[in-house]
């Protein structure tokens, strides 16, 4: 399983980025995949995820309304577009993976995820 994180960069508080995540090494569409983010000094939290095999989307409050998260089971690569962004969301931001079947309230639990990409740094700054 190999996973690379991509589309990270600076932006001005309100901008927007699109982050990619592509996947290798795997049957795709048959794991849950999430975006999950660390800011300095802060434990790491689940942005967004999608569970496998067509399952739910589920977005954390801090995502809701801004950050929209697909995947392209063809291209084998998942997407974060997020708009609105703010300082706080200045972290880096990884993509996982995880096979096992996964109930909705752990969806965005890093806990449950086994396969990290390494991250992409997002700075929002003025």
């Known amino acids: 399983v190999q996973l690379q994180a991509s589309g990270g960069g600076l932006v001005q508080p309100g901008g927007s980025l699109r982050l990619s995540c592509a996947a290798s090494g795997f049957a795709f569409a048959d794991y849950n995949i999430g975006w999950f983010r660390q800011a300095p000094g802060k434990e790491r939290e689940g942005v967004s995820c999608?569970?496998?095999?067509?399952?739910?989307?589920v977005y954390a409050d801090s995502a809701k309304g801004r950050f929209t998260m697909s995947r392209d089971n063809a291209k084998n690569t998942i997407y974060l577009q997020m708009n609105n962004l703010k300082p706080d969301d200045t972290a880096a931001y990884f993509c996982?993976?995880?096979?096992?079947?996964?109930?909705?309230?752990?969806?965005?639990?890093?806990?449950?995820?086994?396969?990290w990409g390494q991250g992409t740094q997002v700075t929002v700054s003025s």
């Open positions: 999608i569970r496998r095999r067509g399952g739910t989307t």
């Open positions: 996982a993976t995880e096979l096992n079947y996964l109930i909705l309230s752990r969806c965005l639990d890093p806990m449950a995820y086994e396969n």
